[in-house]
């Protein structure tokens, strides 16, 4: 069975049925691909089409990759025409979001590095200058777990549990100071055991979506 987890606060609760379409999404293509491949291992673009399509099968209506209106942060009055990664609009509301992917060795010492990503992306969502809408960082994220892990005669699969725990502590800590907004993760245990995750050397086992508004 796979481990499943979906948190958001009060201000982002209306998008929970999208985050949720987005762990269906990433199951069903696993399973599409028969394991032979694991669709989180793509980086950013593919990882916000999954995002995008979940706001679609929501009956939202998302645009990717456009010019938009910019501004630094630290001049305000300097604007300028930059990209955006996604525009959807869902229950009556427009969101624009800046992504970003991050490829990391599933580790507990990963807070710090998380903390700094998620503080890229609200910077990057600040710089849209359209008022009256909602302003999303997205953080990808994708757990290496390498198969050298069972050093100590552990399997993957029991490193695997140890740190899902201490994970989950450190994604829930992330959530309750505020620095994220809402997340959503999806591990398989049962990836570990399948040859199409073992790529370059590490395993994938699952995907971790933090959501951060501005």
């Known amino acids: ?106 580790s507990r010492h990963n807070s710090s590095v998380i903390d700094r990503k998620l503080k890229l992306t609200h910077h990057d969502a600040r710089q849209i200058t359209r008022r009256n809408v909602r302003r999303l960082g997205l953080l990808f994220i994708t757990p290496k777990l390498p198969r050298t892990s069972n050093q100590r005669g552990l399997s993957a699969k029991t490193t695997l549990q140890q740190y899902l725990g201490e994970w989950e502590g450190m994604i829930r800590s992330l959530y309750n100071k505020g620095k994220c907004s809402a997340y959503a993760w999806l591990f398989y245990e049962r990836s570990l055991s399948k040859r199409s995750t073992r790529i370059s050397h590490n395993y994938y086992p699952g995907i971790v979506l933090l959501v951060r508004e501005v």
């Open 1 to 106: 069975m796979p481990h499943v987890k979906v948190k958001t606060t009060n201000n982002l609760k209306s998008l929970r049925p999208v985050l949720e379409q987005y762990i269906v999404l990433n199951k069903r293509m696993l399973r599409a691909w028969s394991w032979r491949e694991v669709p989180w291992r793509f980086g950013e673009r593919a990882q916000t089409g999954m995002f995008a399509l979940a706001v679609f099968a929501c009956g939202g209506l998302p645009f990717e990759e456009y010019r938009i209106e910019k501004r630094h942060i630290l001049t305000s009055k300097d604007k300028y025409t930059g990209r955006n990664d996604l525009y959807f609009r869902f229950r009556s509301l427009n969101y624009y979001v800046e992504a970003k992917y991050a490829e990391k060795k599933l």
